[in-house]
């Protein structure tokens, strides 16, 4: 469906929106409050909605949007709820600025651009919900600092994918650097920390077993033969 | 002073410890000779190994202690180790490293440094490290360890002259513990837990507990709970939490790290050029990439066992069908210079069929114990053996086992004996047990002559589907058993335990420590095992004479009456006439004497078949087959199980089980089978 809105009509829709969401009935001097315009621009603007099919306006009566016009309304109000978003929650302008140019953003950014963004946002929304990413308090800290944190774990906290792995999910020829074992394994923690697995050691898979497990590494100079239950257990970053 | 006191006071307590491939056992021979005395420590399975020699006017006194890793008590033989060290006198102990792997190997040297233990440094395998041209400073080395320390290299003995003066110079050596630095918030915990340890009354030194406690090493836990020191216990663990929400860190790791960092330091101080870890592993590597390769690994592990297999149990059967057949003949010729000699019948049997036939069993198994062990000690000493566990593992695991069973379960075809015997080198305790218990089940090469009597006469056309159907029940039971004993018998419960095993750089084994290996296996046979075995056969002798009117093994005897007596026990399982249960009895003492029993029983090969079938029907035929197959270990099996375990409890639950499990599976073949037929 091409509605062809030009930006100023998209905003004056995504102001209808808003206004309608604020208050039980929509009046043109409502709707020129939130546009910031006279009210001979709202009923000029009111009128090719009106012939677009979107709205329906009596004279002297409400704005009441026709079905059509709700959904092209709710869409961009999706759309800049998304671009201000990103822009306050993710970079962290300020509420003013991020309104301000989400208006400009997402008229001029072409579609794509704008579907991976809000794509981004809502990745971003959900890894910070779950917890299963850092990046947000991280970005924080790296605006805050300049620095990349070095990230401190919780036991059974989550670890950041791309850098830390279980030992077991190692490929063949792979290294890594321990950088930890886990607790609650009772005594092979210790065996294996006492066999030179301490963090820091770096460590190479050097043959998985014909039947796909165990696996055989080397540390410190000799070859240690593991199953991926234990090798699981190490926790390396990847070299 | 007396003569006594002076040879007293030279005598030296020395005790070699050392990692697993380390070459202790290569020094340990090299000192004392190989002539040890091979024993149990107290109360466990582990082999104890004692050995003596001269040197100048001293006597040393040599113990090698297990390969361990650590003093942390992990597994039993750490335990020992560090036991023997705290709570023996000793004068020196050797820990003897592998100096082309230092890093590892250091660790156990510092623990002990660590426990303020006499200790002198023997950096093995120095040829080696000569071939790389990396030098080691060991002057400079002494001084920071404050150990004296030595170079040898036993495969060429080298350096064991200097190692012996070591010894002699460090006897008497005052010494303290070596003290290592934690870093300032975990030597305020050390000194807390210090503080609540003082006054106690205990062979470790105090700096040494408090970090054992702060690492929560469970043994010593237990021993300074003992102690009444409860409190220090709870001191350390608050001490513990504290650091670690703290600063974060965890306080196992964090001390065994800082000790790694103590001789990495050392290392970079005393040696020149590190060989870098890709350099120094290359052959080894290349022999792994064949012998481990994805596709080749499994078929070169099948053929070296087949091969293995083959040799033994041709070969070795060659040289027992000798024996056999010279103790046969030996017998026999007793019988006949008896008789003309006029010795009582009795008297004669007693030394025919009772002395003689004893001292053969026990002698009959001895030609494949030895070639076997040939074979095994030189796969082992090369480095093969760790590789075939790392091959097998995944397939030994899904029953419950580990990698390192899966020998003795194919061994256990040829005979269960040497298959228990080679469980040995299973390190878990748990793991070995259950291994050697479900051994039994195998069906071993001496069942066969059974199985080939009773299939060669009620299953003419099938001969060769019936004794598969036997052979995969035995593996059958000994997979399921190995499952319920893991799931009912407390000591055996559990996951299967962690694999964290080295695999050793390959080495050119040595005939001297091949053959010494080999010659120790034969000898502890023929003494406990034997003892066992021959008893057994005089048992059943005694058993098949008496009363003495009666003719040998003939219905009124002994063991006629025995056999009348549970004769009914086996109509269910469709065999119930004296015979089948003396054939049993003495099947006791090797499998294959069933078939003898029932010649003798039945009045001769001749009309042993025509008895045969009045006898059995196939369906009872084949229930007996599976009793002969799952019925008690043999008197041999019995021994070596009850040599292995050390323990009568183990050897007598399983000697039951299999007997009940024999019996209900040749029951139920026979119910269902009369349902069916």
Redesign the interface.
Known sequence: MEYALSESLEDYLLGIFVVSKQNKVVRLKDIAKERQVKLPSVVNALKELVEKGLISHERYSYVTFTDKGLNEAKRLYDRHKTVFKFLYEILGVTEFIAEKDAHRMEHDLTASTLDLLTKFTEFMEMSSKIGESRFPEQFKYFMETGKFPEI?YEEGGVMEKTKEKPLSELKRGESGKIV??K?GIG??????????A????VV?V?????????I?I?I????????K??AEKIIVQEI | MTNALITKGKTINVALAGNPNAGKSTIFNALTGGRAHVGNWPGVTVEKKEGRFKYKEYEFLVTDLPGT??L?A?SIDERIARDYVTKEKLDVVVSVTDS??L??NL?LLVSFLELGVNSVLDLNMADILEQRKVRVNTKKMEELLGTPVVMTSATKKAGLNELKEMIIRSKDRKIQPLRIDYGKEIEEAIKKVKESLSSINSPYPVRFLSIKLL????EIIKEVRGLGYERSVEVAMHEGSRLEIGF?Y?L??EI??RR?GFIESIIRQCVRRVPT?EE??TV??KI?GIV????L??PIFAFLLWTTFQLTFTVGGIFADFIDTFFGWLAESSAIWFASIGVPGWLSSLVGDGIISGVGAVFVFLPTILILFAFLSFLEDVGYM?RAA??M???M?AIGLP?KSFIPMILGFGCNVPAIMSARTISSEKDRLLTILINPFISCSARLPVYVMFTGIFFKSNQGVVLFTLYMLGIAVAVLSAKLFKSTIPKLKGPVS????????YRIPTLKGVSIHTWERGREFLKKAGTIIFAGVILIWLLATFPMSSEYASETTLIGLIGKFFAPLFRPAGFPFWQAAVALLFGIIAKEIVVGTFGTLFGGEGALSASLLKYFTPLSAYSFMVMSLLYIPCIAAIGVIYRETNSWKWTTFITAYSLVIGWVMATVVYQVGSLLI
């Not at chain 1, 301490?198 to 050691?201: A, D, E, I, N, S």
């Not at chain 2, 481990?292 to 596709?295: E, F, S």
């Open positions: 401190k930890r074992i607790k005594a092979l923690k210790g065996k294996l920390l006492t066999m030179g301490v963090p820091g050691t190479k050097k043959k998985v077993a014909p039947l796909g497990d165990p055989d080397l410190l100079g000799y070859h240690l033969s593991l199953r239950e234990e | 890793y650590s942390t992990y082309t792997n890093e590892r660790y690492e929560g090493d469970i974060g965890d196992e790791t065994i790290e790694y870890i120094k592993l080894s590597d792994d481990t390769n994805k596709w690994g499994i760790s790392f091959v593992d995944k397939a695991h990698g962690p694999l964290v095993m080295e695999l050793p750089p």
